[in-house]
């Protein structure tokens, strides 16, 4: 008799085991769901003008402090789309794509730089660059790269080697198919929502905490 309890004994050691890792192991993916991750990220996209004054005010004002002081970068998929208000046809002569930018041609330059800077260099980089030079320093390129220590090289070579309507072609693919009437326009989670736009121009956060919640079911840290 004692043999036998003995003998019945491990497989019953066994099946708790399994029970209580079964038991542990839901609770850890339940805790998940509810728990802010840097896997669970909204995307962000920006579709400004490197000239445009409120871009650059959206951006240093709202865009800028929410994701840093807020910490809503780790939580964000960020997208800039450098283009804007672009008027782009086909010259009959060359047959050559001509875009005019509604700051002039010199804007036009500049949101080409942008773009092969968020080409050529990570996400984060990208938007240390594009924050910095659209926070007064829109032409300093070198000023920018060198304050956060960040290689440049290659989105010069992608500057100097292409046109710039060719560099800035997709980039108006993608402005065109949301057809913006104001710059900056923001999307969220690849939404483009015209009744949150002034929202999201004056307090960029409240809108991105409400998304956040509603997608993920959780509240980020600073959230009301």
């Given at each position: ?5 003995i ?97 002039g ?35 300093k ?84």
């Amino acid at each position: 008799m004692m043999s036998e309890l003995i003998g019945d004994f491990p497989r019953q050691f066994i099946s708790l085991s399994v029970l209580i890792m079964v038991i542990f192991m839901f609770n850890m993916n339940a805790a998940d769901d509810t728990t802010p991750t840097p896997n669970k990220k909204l995307e962000v996209k920006v579709y400004y003008e490197t000239l445009c004054p409120d871009s650059i005010r959206f951006i240093r004002n709202q865009l800028l402090p929410v994701m840093t002081e807020k910490n809503r970068l780790n939580f964000t998929d960020l997208k800039f789309v450098p283009f804007g208000h672009v008027v782009s046809y086909k010259d009959r002569n060359t047959n050559e794509t001509v875009m005019r930018c509604q700051h002039g041609r010199n804007e036009c330059e500049l949101n080409a730089q942008h773009a092969c800077v968020i080409e050529n260099n990570s996400e984060r980089e990208a938007f240390d660059m594009v924050t910095c030079m659209m926070s007064g320093y829109n032409k300093k390129l070198n000023k920018c790269a060198t304050k956060f220590g960040i290689n440049v090289d290659a989105a010069k070579s992608c500057k100097e080697s292409k046109s710039t309507e060719n560099i800035l072609e997709k980039y108006g693919v993608d402005t065109y198919s949301v057809n913006p009437s104001f710059i900056p326009t923001i999307t969220i989670d690849g939404i483009f929502n015209w009744n949150e736009q002034d929202e999201i121009l004056q307090d960029l956060d409240a809108v991105f905490c409400r998304r956040y919640e509603n997608k993920y079911n959780v509240k980020l840290d600073g959230c009301y």
